[in-house]
Each structure stands twice: as structure tokens, then as C-alpha cells.
Antibody
Framework: EVQLVESGGGLVQPGGSLRLSCAAS????????MNWVRQAPGKGLEWVSF????????YYGDSVKGRFTISRDNAKNSVHLHMNSLRAEDTAIYYC??????????????WGQGTLVTVSS | SSELTQDPAVSVALGQTVRITCQGD??????GSWYQQKPGQAPVLVIY???NRPSGIPDRFSGSRSGNTASLTITGAQAEDEADYYC????????????FGGGTKLTVL
């Protein structure tokens, strides 16, 4: 069974930093691309970042570019999101999502339960 | 504003058919995928590609695409289908730059 378990969320002051982790199990982690997606309270889903299976290709959403860094450790089956210069508007539940491919389409086929990040003084 | 446009809310009578749409230029190049999210839960993939359902998703869920519009159809909506539904697609340039639609809240009456 595929499992994605996020951790590392919490309360942080504006301007602070936080490191989120997503532990993967139940599949060959090194074969899959991974993403982070967030959801502010009462709002919709917002894509945050993508990392290829090897870690060599990375993309970020405009709202986090230059502040967040995605990385992965295929030996430890984990993906991380380093968040710097945090702002109140970064307050959200952060989900990691596995990216899959089939029928000429990419999609997010498995999601973790999320970890809550609150940016407040 | 989101590059994928969804109606904020849609309602359907129990047992009837409802279509939820998602519009955006990137859908001309790539199929969208659809996610169901119930309160307090993580999103769940319901449709991907041309019209594929992951294991465990009822066959009353189906997908289609015409031009720049992707559609999720629920044929015979059930009370448990009441949820938020999101479409997403990646950038038309081929990069893995993703965007989600704003979401549609489905109410089953």
C-alpha cells in the first residue's frame, strides 16, 4: 500500500524558516516524481513545487520561488520542502503528492494527509 | 487568478446527473485530472487522462474533454459525492509547472 506521511509543520514567526518532510513507503520511491501542494484555510489547492525522480529537475510556483527549496533523498525514501522567509500567506496545510503517468497524462495519484504550517507572530 | 476556471458551486438532485467543468488553454494540450476532497480530508484522484478511474472510484464518475474544457460527469449522484472537486493540468510548454482550478463545491440535494 502506498503511504505518504508528512511531518515538520508547526507555528513559525513571519520571516522564519521551516523544513517539511514526506516519508514514502509501499512503492519504489526513486522511480516517481513528487510534488508539494498546499491549501490555505478555507481556500483551494495551490501547487507549490515539483521534483523529478532523480532530483535533477525542479520547478516552483511563482508565490514561493526564491524562498522555498525542494529536495529528495532516494536512499531514505523521502522528499523535503525547505521554507524560508515565511509569510502569513504561507499558512496552509501542505500535502506531498506522488506524480504518476498513464494514458498520455500526468496526474497526482497518491496524497499524504498533510501537515499544517501556521505563520504568525 | 487561476489559469483553470471552475464554477464555484454546483448542485444536483440525488440520483441525477451533474457535469462539472474546467476551462483553460492548457487543456488544449494536456488532459486534466480531477480530484475529490471532502472536509478535513486529503484530495483523492477520481479521473485522469482521457477518461480513467483509479481503482476504487465508482463508475458513475467519468471524464471528457472538448477544446479547452475538461468535464467531470457524475451519473446518478449519491449523497457521498458531496465534496469539493478540483481539476489540474500542467503547463502547456511541457514543463511540470502545475495549476489547479479554483474548485467546485458540489451539493447533493
Amino acid at each position: 500500500e502506498v503511504q505518504l506521511v508528512e511531518s515538520g509543520g508547526g507555528l513559525v514567526q513571519p520571516g522564519g524558516s521551516l523544513r517539511l518532510s514526506c516519508a514514502a513507503s509501499g512503492f519504489t520511491f526513486s522511480s516517481y516524481e513528487m510534488n508539494w501542494v498546499r491549501q490555505a484555510p478555507g481556500k483551494g489547492l495551490e501547487w507549490v513545487s515539483f521534483i523529478s525522480s532523480s532530483g535533477n529537475t525542479i520547478y516552483y510556483g511563482d508565490s514561493v520561488k526564491g524562498r522555498f527549496t525542494i529536495s529528495r533523498d532516494n536512499a531514505k525514501n523521502s522528499v523535503h520542502l525547505h521554507m524560508n522567509s515565511l509569510r502569513a500567506e504561507d499558512t496552509a496545510i501542505y500535502y506531498c503528492a506522488r506524480q504518476a503517468y498513464g494514458d498520455y497524462a500526468y496526474y497526482f495519484d497518491n496524497w499524504g494527509q498533510g501537515t499544517l504550517v501556521t505563520v504568525s507572530s | 487568478s487561476s489559469e483553470l476556471t471552475q464554477d464555484p458551486a454546483v448542485s444536483v438532485a440525488l440520483g441525477q446527473t451533474v457535469r462539472i467543468t474546467c476551462q483553460g488553454d492548457r487543456l488544449r494540450s494536456y488532459y486534466g485530472s480531477w480530484y475529490q476532497q471532502k472536509p478535513g480530508q486529503a484530495p483523492v484522484l477520481v479521473i485522469y487522462g482521457k477518461n480513467n478511474r483509479p481503482s476504487g472510484i465508482p463508475d458513475r464518475f467519468s471524464g471528457s474533454r472538448s477544446g479547452n474544457t475538461a468535464s467531470l460527469t457524475i451519473t446518478g449522484a449519491q449523497a457521498e459525492d458531496e465534496a469539493d472537486y478540483y481539476c489540474n493540468s500542467r503547463d502547456s510548454s511541457g514543463n511540470h509547472l502545475w495549476v489547479f482550478g479554483g474548485g467546485t463545491k458540489l451539493t447533493v440535494l
